[in-house]
């Protein structure tokens, strides 16, 4: 065919050459969504639809008794407090420490800016592991607050300052390119004008940064209430105590009660996923306002 | 008098830079820095040899072996699947394509101790799935293809959003002169679209590997966790740390502390490679 089109004899042949082209590319372009989706599936829609299942099986009245046990309510709980306080702290620590990271130059800058991420990389045991280290009984920090009868390890502020340290680096880390692209103009504008540091941050910059920062805040409860290892390790899994959701679920999955963990697990994965749509809602917001 | 309200409101403002400054290094300092150096002297106080020792115990080294055996088939597994789910979204119009796409990131929302009980729920022992494949010899979950499902799914995300954007920027002029000119859709893929994805693949990749090295919280449901069969680096740190062995938990906590540093400083480099290949072009 392809030398019919080099003699060039007519316009039907290269119309012929085209469509059979394009009807192989049509076909490659099926293979590969149809290769995409199955992986798709079976890894992420499955298992999303087993669980669904698996819930709906066990019937709405195991569900709620299940749900509504002293043990289920308190683990519940703690995950709303821990989360609640991660996301307080981290939210207004990470905005300073990305206004310091974009507006301030100081030596050592670039070596502290790349540890922020170190939280993303570290492993959740290993994380919890170094805080029981720090914060135990026998620790250099834990034994100074031992010795003022102050529990961190195993008790709520290890759970807490675990959380915080996997989810340190998100607000931080969707603020600081904002922050960059935006430029110091309009703050010191501002600044000339008689305005306080504050009165800049609140009507200038914040404005600014709003949807970067409704990004970060939303990870950051995604990722408190989900996470596992690290809140495992510091929190010693105590029912009735320092047991959160996650734990709870995992506790009850290995004792083989089925109904509890499974109705728990469902009430996280519909958490999950209004956050999700929440997440996706915000970032396409955040994208509109970057574009203008 | 002026001059002397000004250069107090500068004042006042370096007050305010150096407080928040402060704040910076003490939050990074007691979160991050402190327990890196707490967990690096803790395992070196014993001396080199100790440590050494305690990483290459059989057990310890079993798993460490484990760990990065599948973190590295899985990272290529996803560089893949990522890469080619990635492309479908961007370049093709399927239904329900929005639903789709909105649903990759959803690894990153589910708990993972519920992403581990999904998948044994579904390719699990007790499930129609699971006793097909077992009819057949073939044993998923509480075994190594479990634990490599599992991390697929967590790490799932990083590949396919690091390279999305990049294929949405992307020109589709050099494609078409390419095509143009004769060269088939393979040459095409290696030669012009590949090259460009690189960097965003690698930082994937990156993402994903640390990701799945540190894993616990889904590998914990689903591997079984047999000591010299399915156990993990994480899940043996954790063990360990449970029965008071601190220096068996120290050694192999301390190489996958390494390896995450060592990742980090990779993807630095992948940024500034990349960053630089952008103003050359």
């Known amino acids: 065919m392809r030398s019919k089109i080099e003699h060039g004899n007519s316009t039907i042949d290269v119309l012929a050459v085209r469509s059979g082209r394009a009807r192989r590319q049509d076909i490659g372009k099926w293979v590969l969504t149809g290769i995409a989706l199955s992986w798709f599936s079976i890894l992420i829609l499955f298992p999303l639809w087993g669980i669904f299942k698996e819930t709906v099986k066990s019937g709405l009245s195991t569900f709620v008794t299940s749900l509504s046990t002293p043990s289920s309510l308190h683990s519940f709980m703690l995950t709303v407090v821990i989360t609640t306080l991660a996301v307080a702290i981290n939210t207004v620590i990470g905005t300073i420490m990305a206004v310091v990271f974009a507006r301030q130059n100081f030596k050592g800058k670039l070596f502290m800016e790349s540890l922020l991420d170190l939280p993303f990389a570290v492993s959740p045991v290993v994380a919890g592991f170094m805080f029981i280290l720090l914060f135990g009984p026998n620790g250099w ?67 600014s940064i709003k949807w970067g920062l409704a990004y970060g805040v939303t990870l950051t409860i995604a990722r408190s209430i989900g996470e596992f290892g690290a809140v495992l390790v510091v929190s010693g899994s105590i029912i009735n105590k320092t047991q959160t959701a996650t734990l709870m679920i995992h506790d009850q999955f290995t004792g083989f009660n089925y109904a509890g963990a499974f109705s728990a697990a469902m009430v996280l994965a519909v958490v999950s996923f209004i956050i999700l749509n929440v997440i996706h809602i915000v970032y396409e917001k955040k994208e509109k306002k970057e574009l203008l | ?228 069969k399915t156990q993990v680096s994480s899940v043996y740190i954790y063990g360990e740390i449970e029965s008071a062995n601190i220096q068996s938990a120290l050694g192999t906590a301390v190489v996958l502390l390494a390896s995450s540093l060592a990742v980090l400083i990779l993807l630095n480099f992948i940024q500034r490679w990349s960053s630089k290949y952008e103003i050359k072009n």
């Open chain 2, 1 to 228: 008098m002026k001059i002397r309200r000004d250069s107090r409101a500068l004042t006042a403002a370096y007050r305010g830079d150096i407080i928040l400054r402060s704040i910076t290094f003490f939050y990074i300092g007691l979160l991050i820095i402190l327990p890196i150096v707490a967990i690096t002297s803790s395992a070196f106080k014993g001396g080199l040899a100790n440590l050494f020792k305690q990483i290459v115990q059989p057990q310890a080294l079993h798993a460490l072996k484990l760990t990065f055996m599948i973190t590295g088939i899985m990272v290529a597994v996803n560089v893949v699947t990522g890469t080619l789910f990635a492309w479908v979204l961007v370049r093709y119009r399927f239904p329900f394509k929005k639903v789709v796409d909105a649903l990759v990131d959803i690894p990153f929302a589910i708990p993972t101790v519920v992403t581990g009980m999904m998948l044994v729920v579904l390719y699990g022992p007790r499930s129609t799935i699971g006793k097909f494949l077992e009819g057949h010899g073939i044993e998923v979950m509480f075994n190594t293809p479990g634990i490599l499902l599992a991390l697929a799914f967590v790490s799932f995300p990083f590949v396919v959003r690091s390279v999305q954007p990049v294929l949405m920027e992307m020109d589709k002029d050099m494609e078409e002169a390419a095509r143009t000119l004769g060269a088939s859709n393979v040459v095409i893929f290696f030669r012009i679209v590949l090259p460009t994805l690189l960097p965003a693949i690698l930082t994937g990749a990156a993402l994903s590997f640390s990701r799945a090295l540190g894993e616990f919280g889904s590998i914990v449901v689903v591997a079984g966790n047999i000591p010299f």
């Open chain 1, 141 to 207: 920090i834990g034994s100074w607050f031992e010795s003022m009868n102050i529990k961190i390890i195993y008790a709520l502020p290890g759970m807490v300052i675990a959380t915080l340290f996997v989810t340190l680096p998100f607000v931080a880390r969707e603020i600081l390119p904002i922050l960059r692209e935006f430029g110091r103009e309009q703050e010191e504008a501002a600044a000339t004008l008689g305005a306080s540091q504050w009165q800049t941050f609140r009507r200038v910059t914040l404005p």
